[in-house]
């Protein structure tokens, strides 16, 4: 705990319109907020030490209710439309203010912390918070300044973080009572009317989204990063449930980050102090060092107890599938120091395809990197989400489209100049289902998907055989130590040959379609790593 503490003068939040809070406690250390967390009803004790909470109606993000204010800076430059939604800017001024009339005679909590790992980058982030389990995360999850900077600490962005807060969307222009809107102008963000903790760092992700690539020429990325014995750094890109948090974690590769960073001229660096991890199935025979770091510090969202007991039943999903666990990244014992790695030599794209319908691994051409970046492909699974009944396909641009505020493009070409520049290999690893789509076929063994990893970073798979996927024009290892042959090309785990053509059919009419909207703006080289299909009319 630094000078401030318990001790703290509401003073110095003034500035912020909160002169008037009851209390201000600023960086408290873990140990207190839990016990605050605890006291204030907030949360309990798992049997690990770790704390865990309900986070309320939201047990996810809410993307509609996401906005950017439209001002000088982002009037021209972001990518409006039902991703970037806009936001006016009176409006901010007067739901902001409603917020903090609303804090006014609370206690909140307030951490300093900043992101990016890398010195030239760092942003100052100071968090106002009126749940003591939102200020854990923040320390959990944000680069944590020493007790001399903080000395010395000015906040570039700030965080006003106030779940009870409902808003009123008559008065405040917002669609319903929740809202997170980022304000580039001033660099605020504000959150209320929800306690899911993700707001928090997609929203200064979302802000880095803008900055780094607009102003700094650095590749902002949606991705995890992990760096082996000899140096070479690897990128895992993949939506929520592909596999990206766990296949990052390799007890033979020190991690970089599971979830968000930058690649500039020389290095892939960190956004992030921490990492937060689904929990749905977690086990510590598969994800061994995840499981591990869930203890006291660490916080569980939305999990569901044994009966009777502290123990998390990490199988149970009657809150949510999107169970999560937030902690520092000190909780994992095999770290890459200073959270910065060179310049990757393999990228992988991770999909869960529930279709059964891409190879487990295959090796892409710099325009077929191209297009499933853009692409963003993945698929939801039945039982997931209400009113899921079978596979749905899911593409979200860069693999993060919704926290990308510039043009898909823009991030396209940065990415494709690095892989050009650097000679890096792109891979596209299927994390889904083999032999059939879901309900049919069984989802790809960890083992075997980590193994494939292991290859392609040992350079095992560079002068193997390789065969074209005839509809897709992937290329796929032919073979590969300690896989399974058969499964390599997917149309041969298929009893049903004729069904499996149909199924990639359809998969790839899908991939046309969603990449309607980029062909504009996409190169020859790009467009001709399309699927080959016929579009059905």
């Avoid at 909590?109 to 992101?115: S, T």
């Avoid at 703006?521 to 399309?530: C, L, Q, T, Y």
Wanted: charged residues 20%; aromatic residues 12%.
């Amino acid at each position: 705990m630094n000078e401030y503490g318990r001790k703290a003068k509401n003073a110095s939040i003034s500035e912020l319109g909160l002169g008037n809070v009851a209390a201000a406690y600023w960086n408290l250390t873990p140990s207190q907020l839990v016990e605050d967390a605890i006291t204030r009803g907030e949360g309990v004790l798992a049997n690990t030490g770790a704390l865990a909470v309900d986070t309320g109606e939201f047990t996810g993000r809410s993307p509609k209710d996401r906005f950017i204010v439209e001002d000088d800076i982002t009037r021209d430059s972001v990518w409006w439309g039902n991703i970037n939604i806009k936001f006016d800017s009176d409006k901010f001024d007067r739901l902001y203010n409603r917020i903090t009339a609303y804090l006014s005679g609370k206690e909140v909590y307030v951490r300093d912390a900043y992101a990016c790992s890398s010195e030239k980058y760092k942003m100052n982030i100071r968090v106002v918070s009126e749940h003591a389990y939102s200020s854990l995360f923040a320390y959990n999850m944000f680069l944590r300044p020493t007790n001399q900077q903080i000395e010395n600490f000015t906040a570039e962005w700030t965080i006003i973080c106030a779940p009870e807060f409902m808003a009123t969307p008559e008065i405040d222009g917002t669609r319903q009572h929740n809202f997170a809107i980022m304000n580039f102008e001033k660099k605020i963000l504000i959150i209320g009317g929800t306690g899911y903790t993700g707001e928090i760092k997609k929203g200064i992700f979302s802000a880095l989204n803008f900055i780094l690539p607009f102003q700094k020429n650095v590749l902002s990325m949606h991705c995890s990063a992990n760096v082996g014995h000899d140096g070479d750094t690897a990128v895992f890109f993949g939506l929520s449930g592909t596999g990206k948090t766990t296949l990052s974690s390799d007890p033979n590769r020190r991690l970089i980050g599971d979830d968000e960073h930058g690649w500039d001229d020389d290095s892939v660096f960190n956004f992030e102090g921490g990492c937060y991890a689904k929990c749905i199935d977690l086990s510590q025979e598969k994800e061994p060092q995840i499981y591990d770091a869930i203890k006291f510090g660490a916080l569980l969202e939305n999990i569901n107890f044994k009966a009777d007991t502290s123990e998390v039943d990490f199988e149970n999903s009657d809150k949510t599938e999107n169970t999560r666990v937030s902690y520092p990244i000190y909780h994992i014992d095999n770290i890459q120091e200073g959270s910065i790695g060179n310049n990757p030599k393999n990228i992988f794209f991770l999909t869960c395809d529930a279709y059964g319908v891409l190879p487990p691994i295959s090796k892409l051409t710099p325009g077929q990197a191209m297009y499933h970046f853009i692409s963003g492909y993945t698929a939801k699974v039945a039982g997931t989400e209400a009113g899921i009944t079978e596979p749905q396909t899911a593409f979200s641009a860069c693999f993060g489209a919704p926290f990308m505020p510039l043009h898909p493009t823009k991030y396209a070409e940065m990415l494709g100049d690095k892989i050009a520049k650097n000679n890096v290999n792109v891979w596209l690893i299927n994390t889904g289902w083999s032999g059939g789509e879901y309900g049919v076929g069984s989802r790809i063994k960890l083992s075997y998907t980590r193994e494939m990893i292991t290859a392609a970073l040992t350079g095992q798979l560079e002068h193997v055989e390789y065969v074209n996927h005839e509809i897709f024009g992937l290329a796929m290892p032919t073979i590969c130590p300690n896989v399974p042959l058969e499964i390599l090309s997917p149309k041969n785990t298929w009893t049903d040959k004729e069904s499996y053509d149909k199924k990639a059919n359809k998969l790839a009419e899908a991939f046309v379609n969603n990449f309607k909207k980029f062909e504009e703006n996409a190169n020859e080289e790009i467009m001709a790593a399309a699927p080959r299909v016929a579009v059905s009319a």
